[in-house]
């Protein structure tokens, strides 16, 4: 499955406004970020057009059931990037997956499971499953 132009520059955006809701963007959160960037073939021009257009690109959110579970799961991993998750970072995601229409015991359950000690990244098999 193909992610739009849009929906691209939306799992970015929502990228970098989990990365900095904690007040504090880590260099390998960046670095995680622009991978993700280099996975959706968004080239530096648009990742910096992205960058600055973040507040505007996060309410651009997919209409299918399968792009929203993507999505959900490209930026929640992005939680644990840095080695912790943050209550703001949690909360962030909560309000995603809201905005995402998720079930919101669903959302809870995953972010639980990410928050468990050494946690490593979730396969989006894993994730997706336990969102149905």
Do not use: W
């Not at 530096?44 to 507040?55: E, G, K, N, W, Y």
């Not at 991993?77 to 809201?98: H, P, T, V, Y």
Request: a negative charge; proline letters at 5%.
């Amino acid at each position: 499955m193909e992610f739009s132009h849009i929906e691209k520059q939306g799992i970015i955006a929502n990228l970098v406004k989990l990365a900095q809701v904690d007040r504090q963007m880590l260099p390998n959160e960046v670095i995680y970020i622009q991978s993700i960037a280099l996975k959706l073939s968004i080239p530096p021009a648009d990742f910096q057009d992205i960058l600055s257009r973040v507040d505007y690109l996060v309410s651009s959110l997919p209409s299918s059931p399968e792009v929203k579970q993507r999505m959900f799961y490209i930026v929640c991993n992005g939680m644990n990037i840095d080695g912790q998750s943050a209550q703001e970072e949690l909360e962030f995601c909560k309000r995603l997956g809201a905005n995402l229409y998720l079930q919101n015991e669903k959302v809870a359950q995953v972010l639980e499971m990410l928050r468990q000690p050494n946690q490593d990244v979730m396969t989006e098999a894993v994730f997706i499953a336990a969102l149905n």
